[in-house]
């Protein structure tokens, strides 16, 4: 059983459309982070959101925390081809623990 | 600065062989992972090490694969007598702390093929 279920696996779209990737689970999280990753290199952190109802803004890039901490979403605005990657969101469920829970990553395309 | 550091970044070997991967994590960071990532699919946890505490090793696959951390610094994963399912890219990240929400950084990845 996946712990952290991401939404969808696979988006295809055209420069300038804009798209919401969702990350989902039935467990509460102290933190969640979002990473992007590109072909042949490590995932980068993209934010991280502690707050139940947190939002943050990272230019184009729009990331909610849900109010009971299990789950978030990641919109974007006005898609570019640079923002093509693999998304993921990982998860601490003990605010003490260093291991994260990764989801299966959403891969998005954008296409020029 | 520099960043994590993973070695070799390819790797080839039969099976039935054994591999060590080398991570070289960020100076001073006190908490290092190891992770496997599937073609295109998230990362599964191996291993964790943080300071001088007994690492977490609930991630390990199987008892052929062992991780060492010397020093505090360098870590090495080794599997032995591989087989075909352990290819995968295998990633190591270190953090400063181990408080949760600490920035994990990751470096490039050691992809192991075995054929």
């Known amino acids: 059983t996946q712990l952290l279920e991401q939404s969808p696996q696979f988006l295809s779209i055209q420069e300038g459309e804009n798209l919401t990737v969702y990350c989902n689970s039935s467990s509460v999280f102290s933190s969640l982070q979002w990473y992007r990753q590109e072909p042949g290199e490590g995932p980068v952190l993209l934010v991280t959101?502690?707050?139940?109802?947190e939002v943050k803004k990272l230019k184009r890039l729009t990331f909610q925390f849900g109010d009971a901490r299990k789950d978030s979403s990641l919109h974007i605005t006005a898609a570019q081809p640079g923002d093509t990657g693999l998304y993921l969101c990982a998860g601490n469920i003990n605010t003490n623990a260093g291991k994260s829970t990764f989801g299966d990553g959403t891969t998005l395309t954008v296409k020029p | 600065g520099a960043g994590v550091s993973q070695s070799p970044s390819n790797k080839v070997t039969e099976k039935g062989k054994d591999v060590e991967l080398r991570c070289d994590p960020i100076?001073?960071?006190?908490?290092l992972y190891w992770y496997r990532q599937s073609l295109g699919q998230g990362l599964e946890f191996l291993i964790y090490?943080?300071?001088?505490?007994?690492?977490?090793k609930s991630g390990l696959p199987s008892d052929r694969f062992s991780a060492e951390r010397t020093g505090g610094s360098v870590s090495t994963l080794t599997i032995q007598r591989t087989q075909q399912e352990d290819s995968a890219v295998y990633l190591c990240a270190s953090s400063f702390d181990s408080g949760g929400a600490d920035t994990q950084y990751f470096g490039p990845g050691t992809r192991l093929t075995v054929l």
């Open positions: 959101v502690v707050t139940g109802g």
């Open positions: 090490f943080q300071g001088n505490s007994a690492p977490d």
């Open positions: 100076s001073g960071h006190t908490a």
